[in-house]
């Protein structure tokens, strides 16, 4: 399973390029706010690996937490890789963010592909999936990386009502801990799991 690209970019355009690394050229689909932000001759880029019976596409991203909401949006029904590409096409992640915070349907509409009933189901399912632990975040900027801290530990086997408890003692620190790595977010979110269990 291909997990990230580092090599020549031999092709860019707003919605594939075409990386070179160690003599092979892997097409790759991403969001044209991710091909403003490759620049010169080398690309690295996230890469979340699409595969069914007759099809093995490479989707990319320009950071982990865009790849995580991108496997968020492949959780809601009937959304699959091309519409979920779609829409982090529609607008700026963080913009995006803000309309899931405020259940803005209206503002998902005017995303290419996506109508009022698709609108209001991924409103519905994904506030269903992390609504409680959104509505904690202080600021949209930082939403995805506690997006990527909640999906690593529920898929440690973690249950969703705990998550939101360690993540939420976490932002209390919001500041202290801005710059921290996602390692260190998961480190120190399972050790708050551990003391919430002992207490």
């Known amino acids: 399973m291909i997990a990230q690209l580092n090599g020549r970019l031999l092709?860019?355009?707003?919605t594939n390029s075409v990386i070179d690394c160690g003599g092979v050229g892997y097409d790759?689909?991403?969001?044209?706010?991710?091909?403003?932000?490759?620049?010169?001759?080398?690309?690295?880029?996230?890469?979340?690996?699409?595969?069914?019976?007759?099809?093995?596409?490479?989707?990319g991203f320009y950071s982990s937490e865009e790849?995580?909401?991108?496997?968020?949006?492949?959780?809601?029904?009937?959304?699959g890789?091309?519409?979920?590409?779609?829409?982090?096409?529609?607008?700026?992640?963080h913009e995006l963010m803000t309309a899931f915070q405020s259940k803005d349907v209206a503002s998902l509409q005017k995303i290419s592909g996506v109508g009022k009933k698709t609108a209001e189901r991924l409103v519905v399912?994904?506030?269903d999936r992390f609504g409680p632990l959104l509505a904690q975040i202080p600021g949209t900027q930082s939403?995805?990386?506690?997006?990527?801290?909640?999906?690593?530990?529920s898929n440690l086997g973690y249950q969703r009502?705990?998550?939101?408890?360690?993540?939420?003692?976490?932002?209390?620190?919001?500041?202290?801990?801005?710059?921290?790595?996602?390692e260190k977010?998961?480190?120190?979110?399972?050790?708050?799991l551990g003391r919430n269990q002992i207490t």
């Open 11 to 14: 092709f860019r355009s707003p």
């Open 28 to 59: 790759v689909t991403h969001t044209p706010f991710t091909a403003d932000r490759m620049q010169g001759e080398s690309a690295s880029l996230f890469i979340y690996t699409h595969i069914r019976e007759d099809t093995l596409q490479l989707f």
């Open 67 to 79: 790849r995580s909401f991108f496997r968020e949006l492949l959780k809601v029904s009937n959304v």
């Open 81 to 93: 890789p091309k519409l979920a590409m779609g829409i982090l096409s529609g607008m700026p992640l």
């Open 125 to 127: 399912e994904l506030s």
């Open 143 to 153: 939403a995805p990386r506690w997006l990527e801290l909640e999906s690593v530990l």
């Open 161 to 182: 009502a705990e998550i939101g408890k360690a993540i939420k003692k976490l932002q209390v620190q919001e500041k202290e801990i801005a710059d921290w790595p996602l």
């Open 185 to 192: 977010l998961v480190k120190t979110g399972l050790g708050e």
